[in-house]
């Protein structure tokens, strides 16, 4: 068995920054992830900043904090899952590190993409937006030459965008039919509003879309106009007026049906079929909290974070004694934020062993917000209220 | 820039180069095959879905281990990869 002072799970923004944190006051860290590298969803992002007008390459600043962290002799456990938490020791599928036992733990481990299945999401050629990306930007693959999006959001409309300038040919955004599950998703005036409201913090061309076109009473009438002519972001069309209804092909993708939407999201009976080889899915992302329910700490539901999360507290200390939480595990917000919240999460575990002040831990809690309000792309526009609700759950939670 | 290092991997019996520091799933792409393996209920064909190792769709024998997602396993020289694909066309199932 090995022992050290913090296993971190999860080698993402959130993990590796903490790590750094922990190992700068000498203490020793293991960090686990299942994947060969570490960085995360970092990875595969590459975005234009429209306030500090330069690119945020992911890949860059993962490095970054990789060499950091290994010079500080953080260990890294690659290719290893997590199976089991309990009192303080980690089970691994390692074959050689079988169980880590810490005097702490943070789990950083991240989203996971939500499932949008509509007919034929099965075949060869149907991907999520995430491994989309990752492809695109970390492995320079392209996917597929003719590619369609299922899904309009500031990940989906930067993603195709990003594989545009990869050289792929992006035949347009459409919406998911309606469907009881997806309710939300794929009513036509929500999702332009959903779309226009992280426009203010987004990067450049979905601000512009916002700026341009939505204003509250507007949208309306914009919807109206969209059934006859489509917008575009950096030549790539955005149907807000048009589901894609079902996925075919016999083997491999080879077209998609699609559906002109009603305002309210109603599927109208003409049917249209595009030619495509690929199609791209975004259904949101959910916090993965798998090992906090694993580890019993108490889970609560917050649609304002992306849906069920660990209880915590604003320092990020859960319900379990040692068990610490950071990055979209907590709610869904964008790398910097992940990041403000591992240096966060780090200081108060340094707490426990004396190595960090209340002055510290309020200078790393305060920039978060300095990090929420620099991020350019907001998942959720109510992400501010959801934090809040947190704390105000956790008061209850100690007064129980 | 250093050249990229080539690496030769086999799957399915065919060989396939790809670069040191790829994926087995990101090789394959760059060598036209997305279809990694078929449904063992349905017979129809899967490839890559989330690209981060929660579907498990990517599934491989790598090396004689079965299960293996190939999207989160790099390639190696002399590497073998197989599946259950029976080589089917894509007009034919």
């Known amino acids: ?400 | 820039m250093a050249k990229q290092k080539e690496i030769h991997f086999i799957f399915n019996g065919k060989e396939i180069k790809g670069i040191e520091g790829q994926p087995i799933a990101a090789a394959l792409f760059n060598n036209g095959i997305r279809a990694i393996r078929q449904c063992e209920v349905t017979g129809e064909q899967r490839g890559v879905y989330c690209g981060i190792g929660h579907c498990f769709e990517c599934r491989a024998t790598v090396n004689g281990i079965p299960g293996i997602r190939t999207c989160l396993t790099l390639i190696e020289e002399n590497m073998i990869v197989t599946s259950n694909l029976a080589g089917v066309q894509n007009d034919e199932v």
């Open chain 1, 1 to 400: 068995m090995m022992k050290c002072d913090v296993v971190i799970i999860g080698a993402g923004p959130a993990g590796l920054t903490a790590s750094i944190e922990l190992a700068l006051k000498g203490l020793q860290v293991v960090i686990v992830d299942e994947n060969y590298r570490s960085g995360g969803r970092l990875l595969g992002q590459l975005y234009e900043d429209r306030r500090k007008k330069r690119v945020w390459a992911g890949k860059i600043i993962a490095k970054d904090l990789a060499d950091k962290a290994k010079a500080l002799s953080v260990k890294f456990l690659f290719d290893t899952s997590v199976w089991k938490i309990e009192d303080k020791k980690v089970f691994l599928s390692n074959e050689v590190v079988k169980v880590i036992e810490a005097k702490a733990i943070l789990l950083a481990t991240g989203a996971i993409e939500k499932a949008l299945p509509i007919p034929g999401w099965q075949k060869v050629g149907v991907v999520t937006v995430g491994a989309a990306q990752t492809f695109t930007n970390l492995h320079n693959v392209k996917i597929g030459q003719n590619v369609i999006f299922v899904g309009i959001d500031p990940l989906s409309i930067s993603v195709a965008i990003e594989m545009k300038h990869a050289g792929v040919n992006v035949k347009g955004l459409f919406l998911p039919p309606t469907t009881n599950l997806l309710n939300q998703k794929c009513n036509p005036k929500e999702v332009l509003e959903s779309v226009a409201s992280a426009a203010g913090m987004a990067t450049n061309p979905i601000y512009r879309l916002g700026g341009k076109f939505v204003h509250g009473a507007y949208t309306k009438l914009l919807l109206h106009l969209l059934k006859y002519k489509q917008l575009k972001i950096n030549g790539i069309p955005i149907y807000f007026r048009k589901a894609v209804t079902q996925i075919n092909g016999r083997a491999e993708v080879q077209s998609v049906n699609v559906r002109s939407l009603k305002i309210d999201g109603e599927v109208t009976e003409v049917e249209k079929t595009l030619h495509v080889d690929t199609v791209c899915l975004s259904g949101g992302l959910l916090p993965l909290i798998d090992l906090s329910q694993l580890a019993n700490c108490v889970i609560i539901d917050i649609p304002e974070l992306g849906g069920f999360v660990p209880l915590h507290n604003e320092h990020l200390k859960t319900t379990v004694e040692g068990i610490y939480v950071a990055g979209n595990i907590t709610g869904i917000e964008g790398a910097q934020v992940a990041m403000a919240q591992g240096k966060l999460a780090a200081r108060s575990i340094l707490r426990e062993f004396n190595l960090s002040s209340e002055n510290e831990i309020s200078v790393a809690f305060n920039e978060i917000e300095k990090a929420r309000i620099l991020s350019p792309i907001t998942f959720l526009p109510e992400i501010r209220k959801g934090r809040q609700i947190m704390r105000d759950k956790w008061e209850e939670y100690l007064k129980r």
